[in-house]
């Protein structure tokens, strides 16, 4: 074994897959890039994720309690890029990264249409948003598009580098 720096532990630890998080506020609509994030129950769906106060998105998240989490596949990988290199300050992501917004049915954010879930949100618990900009989530509606079949996820190894989903193996569990 050998020494490893700090700074390089969350490479270590990589949470899931990549995701798109949008939010809306006052009529505009944002998509960010996000890897922080993980379920932390079934029944309902709670996700935690970690979004920063200095994200364009922090600040409509926080206002309107509400985002929507879509999952894109490895052939979204330059869009899923392009869209954590930009802020929402000062372009139209959706427009400048080739993306479609779409209605969601139970919150104000956007689905996007070339993802292959979507997952309709609103915000559950942020006692640790001031501490660590840690929000829980509620996924109360869920989509998939049945287009996509067997879709690869990209994950986020740090510093522009991702891993695509691999082989899948099925090993004895006693879950259900």
Request: aromatic residues 6%.
């Amino acid at each position: 074994m050998r020494e490893l720096s700090l700074a390089k532990v969350y490479q270590l630890l990589e949470p899931g897959p990549v995701v798109l998080l949008t939010t809306v506020r006052k009529g505009r609509a944002n998509v960010m890039t996000m890897s922080w994030h993980m379920m932390v129950e079934f029944e309902p769906p709670l996700v935690a994720c970690v979004v920063s106060s200095s994200d364009y998105s922090f600040a409509a998240l926080r206002a309107t309690g509400e985002c929507v989490i879509a999952v894109p596949a490895v052939e979204m990988a330059d869009a899923v890029v392009r869209v954590g290199n930009t802020s929402g300050r000062d372009i139209d992501k959706f427009e400048a990264c080739g993306l479609t917004p779409l209605p969601a049915t139970r919150v104000g954010a956007p689905l996007v249409k070339e993802c292959f879930a979507n997952l309709e949100c609103r915000v559950a618990n942020t006692r640790l948003v001031n501490a660590y900009n840690l929000f829980v989530l509620e996924v109360i509606k869920a989509w998939v598009d049945p287009g996509q079949k067997n879709p690869k996820t990209l994950h986020h190894r740090g510093y522009g580098t991702f891993v695509i989903d691999g082989e899948v193996v099925k090993l004895k569990s006693r879950m259900r």
